[in-house]
């Protein structure tokens, strides 16, 4: 049987270019039909496609919750909190320290390391801050770094000066002088033991404290003693007041370091770098 066909006329408005389609007359008669079929095929291939993006998506999830599974299990939670707890507790003893000694707080926001590390490594990486961290804050308390004084106005270094009493010729002058005003709080540079509190001849009033390491701090002219020989004494301690006494020229606190009973230059530990 041939099959039938319409005819259906596409005419251009300005009369040129006219066009005569020809149709099956089936399509046209049950086009609804053929336009259903189109759009259930349309929507199989939409519902396929879902179903693979969804369960594709499920199967990524899935890992990611086992992943996350793993992590957990490989972390002790409640370990790393305490030890981040302890690691915040000791950035700020160390910085009471150096504030103590007059030195600026050190900023941790960023502490370096690996820029890539393994997550469940945290455990690890909070051990190995935590240790160093403490080692930091052990060897801040037994070296005498920083001021011993609130005032930052030395007025004589370490070395050879010009005689402050006749102005003429030169001696030599084994530590630092940093004037201040008399009865200003001195404070200890680092824990150790008081080896000596008392009349120290030209230094007039003075406390001398021994470290470790060989090291030891003198105080000289103060007007006050605050400790006693043989006292245990940590950082920032107070030991004494500010004064003139002994072979001074005015209020001002002299202080040394002695090491392995050599006098050395105090400005070398004066900052901590």
């Given at each position: 049987m041939r099959n039938r066909k319409t005819s259906?006329?596409?005419?251009?408005?300005?009369?040129?270019?006219?066009?005569?389609?020809?149709?099956?007359?089936?399509?046209?008669?049950?086009?609804?039909?053929?336009?259903?079929?189109?759009?259930?095929?349309?929507?199989?291939?939409?519902?396929?496609?879902?179903?693979?993006?969804?369960?594709?998506?499920?199967?990524?999830?899935?890992?990611?919750?086992?992943?996350a599974d793993k992590i957990k299990n490989l972390i002790n939670v409640p370990k790393a909190r305490q030890t981040f707890q302890s690691i915040d507790e000791s950035i700020f003893r160390i910085n009471q320290l150096l504030d103590s000694?007059?030195?600026?707080?050190?900023?941790?926001?960023?502490?370096g390391g690996p820029e890539n590390i393994d997550v469940i490594k945290i455990n690890e990486l909070a051990d190995f801050y935590k240790e160093q961290l403490n080692d930091l804050e052990e060897t801040l308390k037994s070296v005498p770094i920083g001021n011993p004084t609130l005032s930052d106005n030395i007025i004589s270094k370490y070395g050879y000066r010009r005689n402050p009493f006749t102005g003429h010729g030169a001696e030599y002058h084994s530590g630092i002088d940093i004037k201040g005003e008399r009865g200003a709080s001195i404070r200890t540079t680092a824990n150790g033991t008081v080896e000596f509190a008392g009349w120290y001849g030209g230094y007039g009033k003075c406390v001398i404290v021994k470290h470790e390491n060989n090291l030891k701090t003198l105080y000289g002219h103060l007007s006050e003693i605050s400790v006693s020989e043989s006292d245990k004494?940590?950082?920032?301690?107070?030991?004494?007041?500010?004064?003139?006494?002994?072979?001074?020229?005015?209020?001002?606190?002299?202080?040394?370091?002695?090491?392995?009973?050599?006098?050395?230059?105090?400005?070398d530990y004066f900052n901590f770098q």
């Open positions: 259906i006329l596409i005419i251009n408005t300005e009369g040129k270019g006219n066009r005569t389609l020809l149709i099956p007359t089936k399509l046209l008669l049950h086009w609804k039909k053929y336009f259903a079929v189109v759009v259930l095929v349309i929507l199989c291939l939409i519902t396929a496609l879902g179903f693979t993006i969804f369960h594709r998506t499920s199967e990524i999830y899935q890992a990611e919750i086992e992943k000694r007059g030195l600026a707080q050190m900023n941790f926001e960023n502490m004494i940590e950082s920032g301690q107070i030991i004494g007041k500010l004064g003139s006494t002994g072979r001074s020229s005015g209020p001002h606190l002299h202080y040394e370091i002695i090491k392995n009973n050599e006098k050395v230059n105090p400005n």
